[in-house]
């Protein structure tokens, strides 16, 4: 009895020994399992802690975008481990996701035509082409579908989503994905997507869940990118708009010029940075002296660029002696053929003889010369028929606008302006009027040009209650002396 008590204890102790050395290995592999795991968060917690930082410095810096978008995506692959990525973006005009960076090994994540897939029979670089290229509507397929529910998905089989039709590629067969849509607040921004084989790499809930804070800082980056970017644009072009305007200034007559005879001054408001109004002054043939004033339809650079054209053809086509109506059709013949169809020219041009004795007037759909006489004290409107520049390549506009020819006498003041000055709103919604015009001429001409100018820029202010006008503002007043 005494011995099989001893080998039952012996066998018991054996067992228990093995027991516990197996609960120790057990014990040392699951701590071994935990560190692994910890050790993996870790790195993966490194690998987020880097993309982010990379987005953060990229975000205030003035690279180009495609830089932006390439660390976007391979940020992406590194953090989940992936073998490829893609980010595409909304193009809000076409309403399309257009392709902004496309890694070499990316699964396609659209349906691939099949002349695509003809082609790749001979050229296999085809496809990623194609894929780089392709813009997918945000009313059809996988993307499309994604970006419209706004919903982040893990795809365990991407060849097997219905949303990718039946024309699929070898490469879209055993690949597992995460897609998720770019916003921001209400922006919708575009879409991320990392791929895999499957049997190299399986999604679970965590890399899902990291997956999901890519997209939410993607996102984030994105949109401070941009507006950082579209401020920088906005600082760029008020600078050029500036540049322009200065160089538009020096473009305009520096000094009211000095003509035997009369007394003259003009001025120039624009309504915005760039004027779409223009004068300027000319000595003419056989000591004649001509003024221009020109009001281009819209405001902006186009209008400012057209002004430019309309002073470069006038300084051409002015010297030729010829009558200003023979002079605006010659511009209007130039300028025509290249001014768009929505937009057209109003011009009056004037040319006083060399001894003063007569002034001759031409009106290209401008408003009409307004000449106050001392002897009356009444005004009287010169306006002689004629059609605005660019409206005709030609034909009808010579048909149309002619000249008329006037008599000035001592103390009698001419006023050429532009619609800037008459249609003037005030925050009533009433407009400053050609009456009220003719009323501040006749005020003020007496004392000189540079008080009508004054005079009616004064009464303007005072009617828009410090607005700004809606429109340019031009002014040319002329006055005989002797």
């Known amino acids: 009895m005494t011995t099989a008590l001893l080998v039952l204890i012996v066998v018991l102790l054996t067992a228990g020994l093995a027991m516990l050395a197996k609960i120790a290995r057990q014990q040392k592999h699951a701590i071994a399992a935990l560190r692994a795991q910890e050790e993996a968060i870790v790195a993966e917690e490194r690998r987020m802690f880097h993309y982010l930082h990379d987005l953060g410095e990229a975000i205030w810096r003035d690279d180009q975008q495609a830089s932006m978008y390439r660390l976007i995506v391979e940020g992406a692959i590194r953090v989940t481990q992936s073998t490829g990525g893609a980010l595409y973006l ?31 029979q001979d050229n296999s670089a085809t496809l990623l082409s194609t894929l780089r290229m392709h813009a997918e509507s945000v ?64 999604y679970n809930a965590n890399d899902f869940e990291v997956f999901n804070s890519l997209i939410e800082q993607s996102a984030f980056a994105l949109a401070n990118a941009m507006s950082h970017q579209e401020a920088a644009k906005h600082r760029m072009d008020q600078q050029e708009l500036h540049n322009a305007s200065e160089i538009q200034k020096v473009l305009l007559p520096e000094h009211d010029p000095e003509v035997p005879g009369f007394v003259i001054a003009g001025k120039n408001i624009p309504a915005r940075t760039l004027s779409g109004d223009y004068f300027d002054y000319f000595d003419l043939p056989d000591g004649r002296f001509g003024a221009v004033i020109a009001d281009v339809s819209g405001k902006g650079l186009g209008a400012a ?45 004037v040319v006083v003889d060399a001894d003063g004795s007569r002034l001759t007037l031409s009106r290209a759909g401008h408003n009409a010369a307004l000449l106050w006489r001392k002897a009356t004290g009444k005004v009287e409107l010169i306006h002689p028929p004629g059609l605005g520049v660019g409206i005709d390549k030609g034909a009808v506009f010579e048909r149309v606008t002619s000249d008329e020819s006037f008599e000035m006498e001592p103390g009698d003041c001419l006023l050429l302006y532009t619609d800037g000055v008459n249609e003037a709103m005030n925050p009533k919604g009433e407009e400053f009027g050609e009456e009220r015009v003719q009323e501040e001429l006749a005020r003020h001409a007496p004392n000189g040009p540079k008080a009508v100018i004054g005079g009616i820029i004064a009464d303007l202010e005072h009617f828009l209650k410090g607005r700004r006008s809606h429109d340019d503002i031009t002014l040319i007043a002329m006055q005989k002396t002797a």
């Open 90 to 120: 909304y193009d809000e005009a076409t309403q399309q996701l257009v392709p902004r960076h496309y890694s070499d090994f990316c699964a396609p994540l659209i349906s691939v035509p099949e002349r695509v897939q003809q082609q790749m």
């Open 139 to 202: 009313q059809q397929g996988l993307l499309g579908g994604i970006f419209m529910q706004q919903k982040t998905e893990l795809l365990t089989d991407l060849g097997a989503d219905p949303r990718l039709g039946d024309q699929l590629v070898p490469t879209q067969h055993n690949v597992t994905a995460m897609i998720g849509p770019l916003s921001f607040g209400v922006r919708r921004l575009g879409v991320l997507a990392v791929t895999s084989p499957k049997d190299g790499r399986s």
């Open 305 to 349: 660029m057209i002004t430019v054209m309309c002073r470069t053809l006038m300084r051409a086509k002015a010297p030729t002696g010829a009558s200003p109506s023979a002079v605006l059709a010659a511009v209007n013949r130039n300028i025509a053929p290249d001014i768009r169809e929505d937009m057209f020219i109003t011009m009056s041009y």
